[in-house]
């Protein structure tokens, strides 16, 4: 088959294309920086297109699939999330209909679309949207631009839960707090629902070959949820280190992630530690029901939460990032 692949040099867009060229598709892949290539192994059977979403190449004409991966997970300012989420997608879809191109469209969006859970049960996909944040609002608002073309061109969207693996950057400090012996944790608890990137990359594969029909959603996630202490200690079992909980309340973190943002604006960097993560943060349960995805299309994760976090803590290992 041949697919497009947008996100290609991140995490989860290098991850998708190295298992799509293992079994031999042709991939295109659209990139921004042709030197952030670093994780994508060269093959014939993959073709750069250099661009972005508002300033698209040439698309694939015989393209049968389009992995809609490229999104902004943090930001300098809220407006930004919109830009990229919602008109990167907007831009793309219109790109594909002026060609006259009917692809498979294949959206990763994210749990934050949805809503929170208020006590702990499972959110279904077709429980009303209340996005608790500006990143979440625009991937909302990006999941309806996918959906006004549903009777145009199939479509699909993925709602993924927390992504971790080989290569995540979002957990990173995290571990690395804990690999010095701190596990920094809140005086409410939160629960979250993940999914290992593997699992993920399954799911998309699936979507691009199962009869699906158009417009449907699809939770993403492993069904057991976990805490953010129990991430921390699972962590610190793997690296063998006993640690020391530290516990901040909620309106701390929120002080501190209003100073993050001033600085990460003066600095030009984007952090992980922002006004809209805090008040996704704020809501405690971000739980997904994943029987959707495995009544409609037999798909569940393989991966168990402890192994998946030990080959992603040996990865970080053995790349020297921890």
């Known amino acids: 088959m041949i697919f497009l692949v947008t996100g290609a040099t991140g995490f989860i867009g290098s991850r998708l294309i190295e298992k799509l060229l293992t079994q031999g598709h042709r991939v295109y892949a659209l990139v921004r920086n042709?030197?952030?290539?670093?994780w994508l192994k060269q093959s014939q059977n993959l073709a750069l297109l250099k661009g972005d979403l508002?300033?698209?190449?040439?698309l694939p004409a015989g393209c049968q699939a389009v992995f809609h991966l490229a999104g902004l997970t943090k930001a300098l300012r809220p407006v930004d999330y919109y830009t990229v989420n919602q008109g990167g997608t907007a831009s793309l879809l219109e790109k594909l209909e002026k060609k006259g191109l009917t692809p498979r469209f294949i959206h990763l969006s994210s749990l934050a679309a949805g809503r929170p859970s208020p006590?702990?049960?499972?959110?279904?996909?077709?429980?009303?949207?209340?996005?608790?944040?500006?990143?979440?609002?625009s991937k909302l608002l990006a999941e309806e631009e996918v959906l006004k073309r549903k009777d145009k061109m199939p479509v699909v969207i993925l709602r993924a839960a927390a992504i971790y693996g080989p290569g995540d950057r979002d957990f990173l400090q995290f571990f690395r707090t804990v690999k010095k012996g701190w596990l920094l944790t809140f005086t409410r608890e939160l629960v979250m629902s993940l999914c290992f990137v593997d699992d993920l990359v399954r799911a998309l594969e699936l979507c691009a070959a199962a009869p699906i029909k158009s417009g449907e959603i699809y939770n993403v996630a492993d069904p057991?949820?976990?805490?953010?202490?129990?991430i921390g200690l699972e962590a610190a079992r793997i690296f063998g280190r006993k640690v020391r909980p530290v516990r901040f309340p909620l309106w701390l973190v929120k002080g501190a992630s209003g100073v993050s943002e001033v600085f990460s604006r003066i600095s030009g960097r984007p952090t992980?530690?922002?006004?809209?993560?805090?008040?996704?943060?704020?809501?405690?349960?971000?739980?997904?029901?994943?029987?959707?995805?495995?009544?409609d299309l037999g798909f569940e994760t393989a991966w168990v939460f402890p192994q998946a976090m030990k080959v992603t803590l040996n990865w970080y290992l053995e790349n020297h990032w921890l």
């Open 34 to 38: 042709p030197a952030r290539l670093s």
């Open 54 to 58: 508002f300033t698209l190449p040439d």
């Open 119 to 137: 006590d702990g049960t499972p959110v279904r996909e077709d429980e009303p949207p209340c996005p608790a944040s500006p990143y979440g609002h």
């Open 224 to 230: 057991v949820p976990r805490t953010w202490e129990e």
């Open 272 to 295: 992980a530690l922002n006004l809209s993560k805090c008040r996704d943060m704020e809501k405690l349960f971000w739980v997904a029901d994943t029987s959707k995805i495995k009544r």
